[in-house]
Nanobody, 122 residues
Framework: QVQLAESGGGLVQAGDSLRVSCVAS???????MAWFRQAPGKEREFVAA????????FYADSVKGRFAVTRDNAMNILYLQMDNLKPEDTAVYYC????????????????WGRGTQVTISS
């Protein structure tokens, strides 16, 4: 069992930056870790992922060039640095973890955090 706890959300203005974090705890270290988000009235969508040992990173097209996902494997912390934020980035951001790889086409993830709200004002 893996527990995930996100932090770092908040209210910022368009063009600002924000970093959210996710601490993974439990008896095993997850292999894949990722960020998803869900805006009001929309389905949850993939944002970014990085697998263990800092392998390739994956990003949704909508955030490429603005967001950066990194992972501290020693501390089991996942970060999402978000720059040049836009109002359409407003959503609840969820941390996800899996025993296997997570990619943009992953349809099943074993573990989810409770989410952290990110709100961008125009």
């Amino acid at each position: 069992q893996v527990q995930l706890a996100e932090s770092g959300g908040g209210l910022v203005q368009a063009g600002d930056s924000l970093r959210v974090s996710c601490v993974a705890s439990g008896p095993t270290s997850p292999f894949g870790m990722a960020w998803f988000r869900q805006a009001p009235g929309k389905e949850r969508e993939f944002v970014a992922a990085v697998n263990k040992f800092n392998g390739p990173t994956f990003y949704a097209d909508s955030v490429k060039g603005r967001f950066a996902v990194t992972r501290d494997n020693a501390m089991n912390i996942l970060y999402l640095q978000m720059d040049n934020l836009k109002p359409e980035d407003t959503a609840v951001y969820y941390c996800a973890a899996s025993k296997g790889h997570i990619t943009p086409s992953t349809t099943h993830v074993e573990y989810w955090g409770r989410g952290t709200q990110v709100t961008i004002s125009s």
